[in-house]
């Protein structure tokens, strides 16, 4: 066994500098920095289906005082750092997922919609994009399913010049979200959103309730707090089953770890926690794999239970299916 000093080292890196590169007098190039990030799209099985997550990207932005609106920013802080991310800043995600059922090709959640990707300058809104580079033709949609009715779920049902994405696809969207959210004497905010996207659609949807098959082995439940109708979607094929939890919660570094931190797009946030202790709970003891829609690509995991709190065991990627 050879021993190497620190002596050793710096006297061998010393000589081998004083070597020259090549001696004919021809050097290579410094090859160019790709300086982008490859399509961005993940696929895994669940019995017999395909589910393939395809990210429309993310947004970062400064952390703003009130991200949680019961905690104080410094504790905010500390968890992300705790998580090896950057203080002040926060990152989220948007992971829409096409499920092949083997009969059906199903969306399951739109992204912020192309619209978007100019304004941020290809930070989000890249859906549309990585379903082409992962082979998936807009047109072959047979349903779009919706989770919950803000933007970055619903704005991707209508491309830039608002025309429907999905132009063979049933729209399918929560009951009780479409009542909250269609409400004529409400005009501001998200509900002008909703009015616009559904709008190009020329309301054309099918209402579900939860706790239905929405799709022949996709099965809504209802995960309200986030928002009142928000439902999650629980795929099974044979003995697998594979939870997609929409915004149960939003990263899982800070509200997986903090199940009792409200984010701020909580619009209950009481119930919301209600909703998401016992979710996790039944994942947990179930051992189910969950996907979030705000999770890291390619945003799967395991939920542990850690005390009174929770955390994320991400799937690995596998190179094969
Ligand atoms: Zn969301």
């Known amino acids: 066994m050879i021993e190497l000093t620190r002596r050793h080292l710096f006297a061998g890196a ?14 290579f190039a410094a090859a160019p920095a790709a300086g982008k990030q490859a399509p961005g799209f993940y ?11 395809v990210t429309d990207g993310a ?3 400064p952390l703003a005082d009130n991200f949680v609106t019961n905690v104080k920013k410094d504790d905010v802080n500390a968890a992300l750092q705790a998580a090896y991310m950057e203080k002040d800043k926060m990152t989220i995600a948007f992971n829409p997922v096409v499920v092949n059922t083997g009969s059906k090709l199903v969306v399951i959640d739109t992204g ?4 978007a990707f100019e304004q941020s300058k290809g930070a989000v809104g890249q859906m549309h994009a990585n379903l082409a580079a992962a082979g998936i033709d807009r047109n072959s949609v047979d349903a779009v399913v919706i989770s919950h009715f803000h933007g970055d779920h619903i704005n991707g049902l209508i491309t830039a010049d608002n ?11 929560p009951a009780a979200e479409w009542k909250f959210w269609t409400d004529p004497s409400k005009s501001e905010g998200n509900f002008a959103n909703v009015k616009r996207v559904f709008g190009a659609l020329g309301n054309k949807v099918t209402q579900y309730e939860a706790d239905k098959e929405v799709v022949s082995g996709i099965t809504a439940i209802a995960t309200p707090g986030h928002t009142p109708g928000h439902c999650s979607h629980i795929l099974s094929s044979g003995n697998a089953t594979v939870a997609l939890q929409a915004d149960i919660t939003n990263h899982p570094a800070l509200f997986l770890r903090n199940p009792g931190w409200h984010v ?3 619009m209950d946030a009481a119930m919301a926690e209600a909703t998401r202790r016992k979710f996790y709970d039944r994942m947990a003891a179930e051992k189910i794999t969950v996907q979030g829609f705000h999770f890291p690509f390619p945003a799967a995991g395991h939920v542990e239970k850690d005390g009174n709190n929770y955390r994320l065991v991400p799937i690995a990627w596998n190179p094969s299916i």
């Open 14 to 27: 010393a000589a081998t500098a004083l070597v020259p590169l090549a001696t004919d007098g021809r050097a």
């Open 43 to 53: 696929r895994f099985k669940v019995g017999s289906m395909e589910v393939t997550v």
């Open 59 to 61: 947004r970062t932005f």
């Open 112 to 115: 912020n919609g192309p619209g």
């Open 163 to 173: 025309k429907p994405a999905y132009p063979n696809a049933e729209v399918l969207v």
């Open 264 to 266: 701020t797009f909580d």
